[in-house]
């Protein structure tokens, strides 16, 4: 499975935009980039998924370059409920989610 | 909306003990995953069932660990002769075949709390 690697925090205020990057150089052909956002003491949650370009849903979206070495999750006007843990995952043929330890985002007021 | 639930929330129990947790995953999902979350880390992949059959364990899954999926529905996890290190959140997760394995919705877990 391709590791990733994603900054350990951010922070943001209310309102603004927030773009987190994963890098994974080492994607395969097969290879999908799956996004979690987890709350405490909860569950992960499925945010997005795409394998090239970009894709959008109602919740962010994905940013992919040709060469899909990384990819940029992309939270438009982020508020106090976007807090929470953000997983990126590149795998594909697998049943089994590997997580890293995430990227931990704080929205302040 | 039944997503996936499981039973119990929180568990204390002493060390040696035997404990038992329950997942209901959604109805149609015949894919149910188990992952254990310790504190500042990811999910880590225990096991998995398709349907009644279970086809992936993880070394992580000690002889102490058993999973059963009883009729493919709702599945069981329990821990023998429980340690300190066992203590942490279980998760577990359903998909449906048909759609991206990577598409997995997750209950809300079950604190093990190891004394």
């Known amino acids: 499975l391709a590791k990733t690697t994603q900054p350990v925090s951010m922070d943001s205020y209310e309102g603004q935009e927030v773009n987190i990057t994963c890098s994974h150089n080492n994607i395969a052909t097969n290879d999908y980039i799956t996004w979690y956002q987890q709350f405490p003491s909860q569950g992960p949650r499925f945010i997005i998924q795409g394998y090239k370009t970009k894709v959008t849903n109602e919740v962010a979206s994905l940013f992919i370059p040709a060469d899909r070495k990384s990819s940029t999750l992309s939270l438009p006007r982020v508020s106090l409920s976007d807090t929470a843990v953000y997983y990126c995952?590149?795998?594909?043929?697998?049943?089994?989610?590997?997580f890293g330890k995430g990227t931990m985002l704080l929205v302040s007021p | 909306d039944t997503g996936v639930s499981q039973d119990p929330r929180h568990k204390i129990t002493k060390r040696g003990q035997n404990v038992t947790f329950r997942c209901d995953p959604i109805s149609e999902h015949n894919r149910l995953y188990w992952y254990r979350q310790t504190l500042g880390q990811g999910p880590e992949f225990l096991t998995y069932?398709?349907?009644?059959?279970?086809?992936?364990k993880s070394r992580l899954l000690s002889n102490r660990f058993s999973a059963e999926r009883p009729k493919g529905s709702f599945s069981t996890l329990e821990i023998q002769r429980t340690e300190q290190g066992d203590s942490a959140m279980y998760l577990c997760a359903s998909s449906l075949q048909r759609d991206s394995p990577y598409e997995q919705y997750f209950g809300p877990g079950t604190r093990l709390t190891v004394t």
């Open positions: 995952l590149v795998g594909s043929g697998y049943s089994t989610l590997t």
């Open positions: 069932f398709q349907n009644e059959a279970q086809l992936e």
